[in-house]
């Protein structure tokens, strides 16, 4: 009667589909194929924190030298277009770390970034052309119009509206005390 | 990070869109006009890409001292459950002395998210300790013919609630938590999203160590905020408990004081309520200094419930 009993089973279930994934009898700790899923994508290649911006800070070095080698440099520090890509290249950066630190954040992040691209635009636009238009732009209207609308106002309506239940309503319908 | 969940993010705020899009402008029971349709390629291809990308990687893998224990019986079982951060082997003592005084069958649960990582922790929510009890009553029920609820701490609010939607014999809950007076509760979700963890005493973690038992060193705050819930959704239901309840406080408790214990008296519907303080004890009373009292109040009151019929 005393003895104790071996049996004891322990379940891993898929957080989506509630299928279980695989049962553990009395500590057996073999991994499943899901959990060698895991592994397999917590053991991606590291860099070291340095290597993206080093990378990218050569990109950037490599079409200012372009700029500079090709006429008609009458611009600030010789470079008369580079640095638009430059910037743009330093803005998606930024981003891209923001988001990977942060992925969940990006409902919040997402419409700022827009944001930015929008003023990155409005900015690009002013500074060339002659700004008789609307709001002093000459061609980028449309697309700020399209990123405020599709990249800024949409998604943060639909995420702020988005219904979703309260965790004492997920648990009533689990019991059935609805 | 992996760059699979970044995705899911960016494409989340969409996707909920291209939902809305499909339902408005394609009539109901017209589905099929979608396959002719040349954006059904990339509603289909977000769709598959969404469902079948990996869940964050955590460690799933339960340490050696965290396992579940079940030691076989008679025909009436008690049911182990653990507080917040800790482990079943915590019971260890309690349940090998109450199976060798009574004969009766027991087992200890782990629940969702303990003794793996606190990042597991993070991840799961009362529902998922609930139904891990709902698991190891449902295997129990197998065996036995009756089950009383044993639980310490979050575990007893657990096992209070689990006793509003299931036939149990008894109840004992050690140090329950029914409502914590923490005004600064309300600024967690607040504060997850500049801290996700915060550190454990040392001295707590310490003892947990020094018995030999697994205690997380930091606390997942989104499990904090997890703890509240439980504690509000379990009020709710308490007047659906009928079962005979011990409970016991330690009066040098700095958690869960003495106010719980008029609390639960109060919601529950159970028709015998036996409270019992320790002056002596903190939060652990099955681990201080008067747990051997603690341990014979519960043959007392176990003994006492098994016998009326």
Known sequence: MNEEAPQTKERVICDKCGTILHEKIDGHKSLTDIEEKYVSVARGRKFKWYVTPANLLLTCLFIAGIDYVTEPNEAKFNLDWAVWPIIGIIFLFLAAALLSKRPESFWVMGPLIFIELIIFLYAMDIAYGSNDGIFGLDWSQIPILFLLIFGFAIPLVSKLGFETPTIDEKFDRMVGDE | ?309
């Open chain 2, 1 to 309: 990070m992996s760059k699979m969940e970044v995705f899911r993010a960016i494409l989340d705020g969409y996707y909920s869109n291209i939902l809305w899009f499909r339902e408005k402008l394609i009539p109901p029971g017209k589905t099929a006009i979608l396959e002719t349709l040349k954006v059904v390629g990339h509603v289909t291809t977000i769709e598959a890409i969404r469902s079948n990308m990996p869940s964050k990687p955590r460690d799933v893998i339960v340490k050696d001292p965290c396992l579940p224990f079940h030691l076989k019986g008679s025909r009436t079982g008690i049911l182990f459950t653990h507080g917040f951060g800790s482990s079943p082997e915590t019971f260890r003592e309690l349940a090998t002395f109450l199976h060798k005084e009574t004969g009766f069958t027991c087992r200890a649960v782990r629940l969702e998210g303990h003794g793996t990582s606190v990042q597991d922790l993070e991840r799961t929510n009362f529902l998922d300790w609930y139904k891990s009890i709902e698991f190891h009553y449902d295997e129990l029920a197998e065996e036995v013919d009756e089950i009383i609820m044993l639980g310490h701490s979050m575990g007893s609010t657990l096992s209070l609630l689990f006793s509003a939607f299931h036939p149990v014999k008894a109840i004992v809950a050690i140090s329950p938590p029914i409502k914590l007076h923490r005004p600064d509760a309300k600024f967690l979700p607040l504060i997850t999203w500049f801290k996700r963890y915060w550190p454990t005493k040392k001295s707590e973690v310490a003892s947990y160590q020094k018995r030999g038992h697994y205690y997380y060193s930091r606390r997942a705050l989104k499990g904090v905020i997890n703890l509240f819930d439980l504690m509000r959704v379990t009020r709710k239901k308490l007047h659906k408990v009928k079962a005979p309840i011990f409970s016991c406080v330690g009066l040098k408790d700095t958690r869960v004081n003495k106010e719980n214990m008029a609390l639960l008296e109060l919601l529950v519907s159970s028709e015998k309520v036996e409270v019992s303080y320790f002056p002596e004890s903190y939060h652990s009373i099955h681990h201080g200094d008067e747990k051997e009292l603690l341990y014979s109040k519960i043959l007392e009151f176990i003994t006492r419930e098994t016998k009326t019929e």
